[in-house]
T-cell receptor, first 114, second 113 residues
Framework: GAVVSQHPSWVICKSGTSVKIECRSL??????MFWYRQFPKQSLMLMATSNEGSKATYEQGVEKDKFLINHASLTLSTLTVTSAHPEDSSFYICSARDIRGEQFFGPGTRLTVL | DAKTTQPPSMDCAEGRAANLPCNHS???????VYWYRQIHSQGPQYIIH???NNETNEMASLIITEDRKSSTLILPHATLRDTAVYYCIVRVAGGNAGNMLTFGGGTRLMVKP
């Protein structure tokens, strides 16, 4: 089956630093990838939609200059949380969509900002 | 995408069938019903999806009412490892640019020994 990986699985950083999270589709090409954020005891909230070779589309309320998304290839998208602060601590989950339109999710990355 | 309504939580005894309901009264004719689940601190896992016919796979069965306004996910023999949040989502199938999965609150299923 389709597999999506994320790296790292968890990260702890100091306030003010930037953190990059990678999302890879391991056995299929994904023209579209999605980034979600999930706070404790809440559902997944879509942050942005990333299309290969073009700029990401951000959901309302998500700062594009703070959450930089790059989708340079059909198998890799990255999310960079710039100048992270404690309120950015969350579980970040990526999803990749295959040619049939089905979405497959990564295992998530837990970010803790001290 | 159509909105779905699910009970926030349910309990089920281990070994018994777990029946998780979902209401989607505003579903459109070209929208499918998808079910995902999320085990604590993991990414969502696909379970099953259907359009109007009942579907079954190795994980679960999906029963969709004739008017398609509601559905039920059935885990035939629940185990402790089935404890998770179950999300019912309706969306148009296919690779359209705007066709992403939007998550509601889901149902937190607790399987008890």
């Amino acid at each position: 089956g389709a597999v999506v990986s994320q790296h790292p699985s968890w990260v702890i950083c100091k306030s003010g630093t930037s953190v990059k999270i990678e999302c890879r589709s391991l056995d299929f090409q994904a023209t579209t990838m999605f980034w979600y954020r999930q706070f404790p005891k809440q559902s997944l909230m879509l942050m942005a939609t990333s299309n290969e070779g073009s700029k990401a589309t951000y959901e309302q309320g998500v700062e594009k200059d703070k959450f930089l998304i790059n989708h340079a290839s059909l198998t890799l998208s990255t999310l960079t949380v710039t100048s992270a602060h404690p309120e950015d601590s969350s579980f970040y989950i990526c999803s990749a969509r295959d040619i049939r339109g089905e979405q497959f999710f990564g295992p998530g990355t837990r970010l803790t900002v001290l | 995408d159509a909105k779905t309504t699910q009970p926030p939580s349910m309990d089920c005894a281990e070994g018994r069938a777990a029946n998780l309901p979902c209401n989607h009264s505003t579903i459109s004719g070209n929208e499918y019903v998808y079910w995902y689940r999320q085990i604590h601190s993991q990414g969502p896992q696909y379970i099953i999806h259907g359009l109007k016919n009942n579907e079954t796979n190795e994980m679960a069965s999906l029963i969709i009412t004739e008017d398609r306004k509601s559905s039920t996910l059935i885990l035939p023999h629940a185990t402790l490892r089935d404890t998770a949040v179950y999300y019912c989502i309706v969306r148009v199938a296919g690779g359209n640019a705007g066709n992403m999965l939007t998550f509601g609150g889901g149902t937190r299923l607790m399987v008890k020994p």
